[in-house]
Each structure stands twice: as C-alpha cells, then as structure tokens.
C-alpha cells in the first residue's frame, strides 16, 4: 500500500479567475507531498481537508474542518494490527489492502462523484504514511489535485503544541470579569455579532467552568481537540485589534488552558461587569434550565460540594431542589459559595482587576447587552 511521492513542493497558486475558475495546472504532477508548515500556510484553500484515519482516533482531534474518511475504521485497524503481531506483515499487508481499496472506493461513491477535475483535497493520517498515501494516490490517479501531508496528524500535534507556547502573546487582550451569572458569555457574544475578536474559551471547551457547567447536549472535548480549537481561532485574529476573553481559571471543566494563554489573559487589561442579583438569579435559570427541569441531575453535582460544606447543607439544597424552590436555591449558590469563590480568585490571579472598567448592565436583556458591548466597543476620545 506505499506510495512513491515527489519531492516537496509549495501548492499552485489557485487565485480566483473571472468566472470562479482556476488557472490551468497541469504541469504539476499530483499526489504532492508538503510539509506541515507548508501545508498550514495555505490550510484554508483546500477544497476539502481528509482525515484517513479511523473514527475513534478522528474523535480524539483533528486538523479544523477536517472530514472522517477513514481508509481502516477502528475494527479493522485492530485485525489488520493483530495479524501483523500475530502471523507477519505480508498476511497483514493482503487483508489490509483489500480493506483500504474498498473504503477507499466507497468514499469516493458516496462523497466525491460531483468534485469536478481541479478538485483540490489535502489527505493526512497519523504519520503522513500508508493510509494516507493510499488514498491521495488513488485521488490523484482520477485527475483531482490531491495533496498529502508529510507527517500527518503527529506533525500538526508537535506544530500546536509549538505554536501554543508563542501564539498567545501576540494579543493584546481585553478579559471580562464578573461574578457567576453576571453575563460574561452573552457579552462575548454580543461582541462577536458586532465583529469584535472574541475567544470564548467556555465555548470551545464546551462546559461553563464550574461545578454544574457541564453541558448535557455536548460532551467535552478532549484536551488536544480544546488545543486545537484555540489555535485555530488564534491564528485567525488580527494582532492589531483586541481579543475578548472571559476571565477564566486553568481549568474548563476537565480540559486546561495552556500555560501562555493564561499567562498572557492574567496580566491583561479588565473588565468588570456588574448585574443586579436578582437579574443573576434570572439569567441562571435561564442557562441552567436543564437542572431546573431536572432536580436530581442538579443533586448529583452539588454533592460535588459536600466537602466543603457539609451534608447537612448539602441535604438542605438537595430538598429546596427537590421542592423546586430554585430561585432561593440559586440565591443561596450564589451568596455561600461563588461569590465568595470569585472574591477570592479574580484578585489573586488577575493582576490589573484593581484598576478594572467597571461596566453595570441596565439587566438582563438583550438591550442590555447590545448598550454594553457598544461602550465597549466605541472609540477612546
């Protein structure tokens, strides 16, 4: 299943013709094996960017945008593996060929019959090997342009992993503080709607970081997947405007902020955002509804808090949540446990929050939120 490719070589230049169409390249011999660094440049001209390699490690990460086109899914992937442990590679190699051969041919069935001739998809896998260059050869073999990346997913790995360490510091950030139910996340919103640059890492990280954040209709990511997003949205701003953030902790959930990021947030520049109490209460069970909806769910996360607390405690919120007493429920979280909590962490970690805009919503409304986000965002005089 190898491949000979050629030497390394920068895409054509496929700027837009009148008309939509692109320069004739035929004197480019396709697959073309590129770099990462190479491949990263330009990452936003491919037509459609292939991830080979099976499901269960597509589910893990994968390079932004990319599709699951595995050429081995994770059942065939073991056998193939345990044949070459157990017997010898040539058994290994026969039963995998035919394997990948008819995946391959599958996905082009079902996916790629309507691609016309200057198609230009970029193929990876885990090292940039076998899988991938099957497919790419294959591809390239039809007429498409199909472009593999040399190392494959590992080497985009190692370039995240770099570009994390220095990316970060390139911003100059803006971090929206405020206590819990305050509005942080809907401010950032509002913000990107009016086009500011925004990196919502409770949205990436999908979880509201704290103990009853966990979103019920999205699983958290994995922490290379929560890596992988923050790079992809960094790469994309400009490091000329500002970038709103919300005042985080180092860790989302179950995933962790990288070490420059939060870094670079703690030193920046705040914004404090105020909202009257029973606004915050009002605003909770609207983003909490589904443990309003659903009292022993919300039970089984506040006995995270036992050891804090106390049972007795504990039981006495497990029976105002029971009753569906929850605005006096959600009143008391707030005055016993997080205010108290974000008292004695924004200050500690956030080394300009003395100096903090201070910035009062009107309350909850989208109004509101719109007459903050356009303070914010008009000119210093």
Avoid at 8 to 29: E, F, Y
Avoid at 226 to 245: A, H, M, T
Avoid at 328 to 333: D, G, K, N, P, S
């Amino acid at each position: 299943m190898s491949v000979n490719t050629p030497e390394h070589q920068a895409l054509p230049p496929l700027p837009a013709q009148p008309g939509g169409d692109r320069p004739q390249q035929s004197r480019v011999k396709y697959p073309l094996l590129l770099s990462c660094t190479e491949v990263l440049e330009q990452l936003d001209r491919f037509d459609a960017i292939i991830d080979a390699r099976s499901p269960g490690e597509f589910a893990e990460d994968h390079l932004p945008g990319a599709i699951n086109c595995p050429v081995l899914d994770d059942e065939q992937r073991q056998r193939v593996g345990t044949l070459y442990k157990q017997v010898n590679a040539f058994e290994a190699k026969k039963i995998g060929a035919a394997l990948v051969a008819r995946n391959i041919g599958n996905h082009i069935e079902t996916l790629f019959l309507d691609k016309p001739r200057d198609w230009t998809p970029l193929v990876y896998c885990w090292r940039g090997g076998n899988r991938s260059g099957s497919m790419a050869h294959v591809l390239a073999r039809i007429g498409w342009h199909a472009v593999q990346l040399d190392g494959g997913y590992k080497e985009f790995r190692r370039h995240v992993n770099a570009s994390l360490a220095t990316l970060p510091n390139q911003f100059d950030y803006r971090v929206v503080c405020g206590t819990t139910g305050s509005g942080k996340s809907r401010l950032l919103q509002t913000l990107r709607e009016r086009g500011a640059q925004v990196l919502d890492l409770e949205e990436l990280a999908a979880h509201r970081g704290s103990v009853l954040g966990h979103l019920p209709e999205a699983p958290q990511p994995s922490q290379k997947m929560f890596e992988s997003r923050i790079w992809e949205s960094l790469r994309r701003f400009d490091p000329g405007r500002e970038v709103y953030v919300e005042s985080e902790s180092k860790k989302v959930g179950d995933v962790r902020v990288p070490d420059a990021l939060m870094e670079a947030m703690r030193a920046a520049p705040c914004i404090a955002l105020e909202l009257s109490d029973p606004a915050r209460v009002e605003l909770l069970m609207a983003d909490y509804a589904h443990f309003v909806d659903s009292p022993a769910a919300l039970n089984r996360q506040l006995d995270c808090l036992t050891t804090l607390y106390g049972v007795v405690k504990i039981n006495r919120w497990h029976a105002m949540a029971t009753h569906g007493d929850m605005e006096a429920l959600v009143t008391e979280l707030l005055t016993d446990h997080y205010d108290p909590a974000y008292r004695r962490s924004i200050v500690r970690n956030f080394a300009q929050f003395g100096n903090a805009r201070t910035l009062t919503l009107a309350g909850f409304s989208d109004a509101a939120f719109a007459d903050a986000a356009t303070a914010l965002l008009a000119p210093i005089p």
